[in-house]
Structures are given as C-alpha cells and as structure tokens.
C-alpha cells in the first residue's frame, strides 16, 4: 500500500474584495509508530514515506542505535503504519533503550541524558555555506507544491548533496538523513546538515547523538540550542540570507573552521 503524500481539499480564497473557491494541495500527515524488537516505542508525526531511514535515524540520534551491527532487522508494515526494527539485545543496546525519554513540543522527542561527546567540527569554506543554502531551499518540490513540509539535506564539504528529505516534522526530516547515512556507510562528523525551521535544544542533542557537527538553517536558533552547541562544539549557522549567515558559536577559532577571522 502506498501512502499519498498529497491530498487536496477544497477552500474559500480571499483575494480583490471576494472569496473563491479553490482546490489546494496539502502535505498528508500520518502518525508512524516506531517500534523495538516488536514492542512499540514511539508515535510520531511523519509524512509516511521513507520509513525505513526515518526510523533508523530516528534511533540513532536518539542515541539508542549506535552501529550498523545492531540491526537485525526493520519491518514496515505501511497497513498499521508502524515501522518495527529489531535490534540485538546486548547489554548496551538494552541500557539505552531504557534511557529516559521525554516527548517536547516541535514533532519530536529527546534524551535529557546528555551525551558526553565532544564534537570535533570540520573544516569549510564559508563560500561553500552560500553555495549550499542556494541550493538547499530550492530543492524541494513538495514544498513548492504545498508549502507544508520541513527538509533536511545531507552535503559534504566540497558543497556536493549526499541526501536531501522533506517531512512534516523537521525533526523527522533529520532523522532521515541520518539514517541515510548509516545505511550507506557515510561518517557523518564530515559533513553538513541543512535545516529548514528554527534549530532547537532538541536538534542539538540529535547533532551530538549521532556525529555531525554542522547543522544550518535560515532561521533562528533557541537560546538552549545556542548554550548547547558551544558546550558540545556543535557549529551553529543560522540566519542564512543569500550572501550571509550568523555563527552563533563564541567559544571557537573562527579562522581555523572557515578559513577566515574576524577584522
């Protein structure tokens, strides 16, 4: 069974003095129960493609699955949407799935455990950072379409598109990326994440969950998410315009990460 990504509704369009009535394609929303070894974990909204790579993404940035190896298997059953993945009960597979969990508002969930992980931030020419952002917000065409979706993209250094994703929850839209990247065998703590939306506490945690040190977006970042990214050397861009962007990171060597300083 496949699941649409669009419906279209009829609405009352109020333009020169009157309302029309026109027929407006909107993003389908489903909510997608992903479950562990059979047991269900967590609902979360999604547009309901690509579950195999949300699901595990979703896993792994929430630093439940931190190998390959640990998946046995993943079920998709799009009937009862539910995406069932199996994983090997180790000690430390079991220790982290029980690992505190608390669901927060923007269409995801977090571990309040924070991770000690110092994040090691790679090297980008700032160009590179215009170049992409260009690219980014013109790549999706649901968004075109129906202006209600979130994206999230996959670039290396050299500014090449590895993934690109659209979903209902930017959240979501990140997780697939990231398990995009564990199905391929692609070593995130080189690359850059894009974002659509504001940058959050909650995406923070998943940059330091699952090893990308990058994350971008033309909006705005949290007064958490900011604190975060400079205890965990996350670098944080944002308020990306069409020939400039905000670091929001005081604690690091501007010149040794972008090339450049400040004058």
Known sequence: MKLDRVKEYEAFQYEDGRFTKVIVPVSTEFGITIAINNKPFVTIASSGDNLQ??????????????????IQAIEINKETLTANVILA?????????????SIVSGCGGYNKLESTRNLQPCTVNPEIIIKIG???????????QTHGVHSA????????????????????????VVGYALLHDIPLNNTLVFSTGRISSEIVYKAVA???????TKGSPTSLAIELTNTCNVILIAKLRINRFCVFNTNINLESIFGVGVK
């Open 210 to 216: 699952s090893g990308f040190s990058v994350i971008a």
């Open 134 to 144: 260009k690219q980014f917000y013109q790549t999706s065409d649901l968004h075109k």
């Open 53 to 70: 790579e949300m699901a595990i993404g979703f896993l792994v940035a929430e630093g439940i699955v931190r190998k390959k190896d640990e």
């Open 89 to 101: 009960e180790t000690d430390d597979v079991v220790e982290r799935m029980f690992s505190i969990r």
């Open 153 to 176: 993209g996959l670039y290396d250094t050299g500014g090449k598109q590895l993934a690109f994703y659209d979903e209902i929850g930017r959240h979501s839209a990140i997780d697939k």
